[in-house]
């Protein structure tokens, strides 16, 4: 088990940017979810994946901001024209789905930083 | 919609004392309860959740937390602080059993005094 990896760890981009961020959750979870944690509050909702779809994506996620997760396994989160407003850490998460309710395990994040 | 509150953005205590971090809960269906502690430049890691199971969890690294329905408070704490759990930490609420979108609170950062 290594854990969940994100990366870059940090981003500086210019405004009207498009970056892109990774996540590769470890290995054997099928779910596989983004939160956004700006400083001074908790983590919030973006999305989340079982296997390959998308299941659900909050009213936060603008058009803006797309996230795949091709084969089921490693998941990226673009956000195009970037905007300060986005400056925040992004947070990937996985899980196993099942009925017990397996805890999430988070990674250490990716920190962007829109100038 | 389920939220939870927490009281205090920032917590101290000296080493040794007790450790008492407020959560207090919203919801119209029961809920699942969640502490997360968050070490910095570091992603969120477990420390407890309730669900529904026993009212008192006892969680990793001497942590605990007590459902209490009345109240709607699933108050977090560790009878005696270590430096070591100096950290941010978040209360945390999902709709349904075996459901990870959670909702959390705005955090409260506990500093432990040597």
């Known amino acids: 088990d290594t854990g969940v990896s994100q990366n870059p760890r940090h981003k500086i981009t210019k405004r009207g940017q498009n970056v892109t961020f990774r996540c590769d959750p470890i290995?054997?979870?099928?779910?596989l979810y983004w939160y956004r944690q700006t400083l001074g509050q908790g983590p919030e909702f973006l999305t989340y994946?079982?296997?390959?779809?998308?299941?659900?994506k909050s009213r936060l996620l603008s058009d803006r901001f797309s996230a795949e997760r091709p084969k089921g396994s490693f998941s990226t989160l673009e956000i195009q024209r970037t905007e300060q407003g986005d400056s925040a850490m992004y947070l990937c998460a996985s899980s196993l789905a099942g009925g017990r309710g397996s805890p999430l395990h988070f990674g250490n994040g990716t920190r962007l930083t829109v100038t | 919609a389920q939220s939870v509150t927490q009281l205090g953005s920032h917590v101290s205590v000296s080493e040794g004392a007790l450790v008492l971090l407020r959560c207090n809960y919203s919801?119209?269906?029961?809920?699942?309860l969640f502490w997360y502690v968050q070490y910095p430049n570091q992603g969120l890691q477990l420390l407890l959740k309730y669900t529904s199971a026993a009212t008192l969890v006892k969680g990793i690294n001497g942590f605990e937390a007590e459902f209490k329905k009345s109240e709607t408070s699933f108050h977090l704490t560790k009878p005696s602080a270590h430096m070591s759990d100096a950290a941010e930490y978040f209360c945390a609420v999902s709709p349904n059993f075996g459901n990870e979108k959670l909702t959390f609170g705005t955090g409260t950062r506990l500093t432990i005094i040597p």
């Open positions: 994946f079982q296997n390959e779809a998308q299941l659900e």
């Open positions: 919801s119209s269906v029961p809920p699942y």
């Open positions: 290995s054997e979870h099928n779910r």
